[in-house]
Structure formats: C-alpha cells, structure tokens
C-alpha cells in the first residue's frame, strides 16, 4: 500500500442500506462514496451493491441507465461486492423472481431469492468463513437468498452449519466479486468488508 493512498470504493445508491455499507468502508480505510451515475461508477476501483429490493434495484439501474455501464465494468474485473440483494444482482441466474428482474453476471451461480422464507423468519448464525481465521462471523440473515448453484470457477466462503437450512451455501466469490447472503454492515464486525478491501480491491487498484 502507498502511505496515505486509499482506494476509492463505490456503494450503489439506488435503493437499500447503503448509509450503514458506506460507514464500514470508510472505518476499513477505503476512501467511500455514493454511486448514483455513470460518471461516478467510472471513478471507482470498487463497488458494493447494498441489500435492499433486488427487483426495484434491477429497475432503478435501468432508470439510471447504470445497467449495462455496471456489467461492463464487471466484465472488466471491476472489484464488487454485493450483500443479500446484492449477491442477487450479482447472479447469473434468479429463481422466484420477476421475469423482468436484470441480472449483473458478475458469478456464474444460481440464487434463490427469499429462499429462508419471509421477513418474520429473518435470523442469526456463527459462520466459519473461508480468508477469516479469527472465529466466526456473526451473520444476520433478512429475507435472505441462498446460492442453488456455484459454477466451476466459483469458491464457497461460507455455509449454513446447522438447522432446517443446514449446508446451503451462503458466501461465495468467483475473481474479484464476493456476495454474501447476510449483512455483514448491521453487526458492527468488519472483517468481511475488510477481506474485500484489503485483498480484493487493493492489489486490483494498486495502492
């Protein structure tokens, strides 16, 4: 890292949490802004795509005419990072979803979006991460997906340990984009947003 030299990380501000995924980037040393236009994603060594409304995000990057800015800049190796509806974006393939729902490609794998069931189902686990060593992450899962389906090229970070929904998968990263189905800002533990800064956006910007 050059002294003094942070790198610039995007968070998606159309729709969702994106106050409390700019607060974590900015205490993991990355210099966090809100992206909202093509000029600014262009800006960016990096992007987060916040939870929220998976469709309604899809829609609002149409509206902002961000959608195919944001999948060329994927297929560029553009580092993301992408919680809940996030990892839904991020998908090459969506099941129970709206047809017109438009997905980003950015890792070859299948999501199933509200697979734990409806917000009253929303709950908390310990998970053994893979890049994490010092204990597990508390993961808070909120009307949350789960990934069907992981492609060849695609690592499995994190799985569900135990309980009804017990070895699906739940953290993946494929190249330089990671997607996590639970909400690593809402717990106060930075470490996943610190894995994405440290060893997925740096070496990619240089600094």
């Known amino acids: 890292m050059l002294d003094g030299v942070k790198p610039t990380i995007g968070v998606l501000a159309l729709q969702g949490d994106v106050r409390e995924h700019l ?21 960016i060594d990096g992007l987060v795509l916040p939870g929220g409304e998976s ?18 800049r994927l297929r560029d190796g553009m580092p993301a990072y992408g919680s809940c509806a996030g990892m839904i974006l991020l ?10 729902m438009q997905a980003l490609h950015g890792i070859d794998m299948t999501v199933r979006r509200n697979a734990f069931g409806r917000q009253v189902d929303s ?4 998970l053994d ?9 508390r993961a808070v899962f909120i009307r949350a997906p789960w990934v069907e389906r992981a492609g060849d090229g695609v690592e499995v970070l994190a799985r569900v340990p135990s309980g009804p929904a017990a070895g699906q998968i739940v953290a993946v990263r494929q190249g330089n984009v990671i997607a996590t189905s639970f909400h690593p800002e809402v717990t106060g533990d930075l470490r996943v947003h610190q894995l994405f ?3 997925v956006v ?3 910007a240089g600094v």
């Open 123 to 126: 709950f908390e686990t310990d």
């Open 91 to 100: 998908a090459s393939e969506v099941l129970d979803t709206r047809p017109d």
């Open 55 to 72: 469709t309604t995000i899809s829609k609002l990057l149409e509206v902002f005419e961000l959608l195919e800015p944001l999948r060329q």
């Open 23 to 43: 607060h974590a980037l900015t205490a993991c040393g990355a210099e966090a802004v809100p992206v909202r236009r093509v000029s600014e994603l262009a800006a």
């Open 129 to 137: 991460f893979t890049g994490i060593d010092d204990g597990p992450v």
């Open 197 to 199: 800064v440290d060893t």
């Open 202 to 204: 740096r070496p990619r």
